[in-house]
């Protein structure tokens, strides 16, 4: 289970550097901007989960403690 975080990274950082390649010819900045976008990707995944979770909760309401 502890490599599946790993894997996510590396696999956003290898599609952040693919898209990179296609728009840059400097390495440099394809390094960089690859960086950027593999974050951004991460950024993404996060915000669309978190969403996911938002809408659970708000569709299922919130626990009855009473």
Do not use: K, T, Y
């Not at 502890?2 to 900045?29: D, H, K, Q, T, Y």
């Amino acid at each position: 289970m502890s490599a599946i975080p790993a894997l996510i990274l590396i696999g956003a950082m290898i599609g952040g550097f693919m898209l990179a390649g296609r728009w840059v010819e400097n390495v440099f900045l394809q390094l960089l901007l690859g960086a950027l976008l593999g974050v951004g990707i991460i950024i993404g995944l996060v915000c669309v989960v978190l969403g996911v979770v938002f809408a659970g909760c708000l569709i299922m309401g919130s626990p009855s403690f009473h």
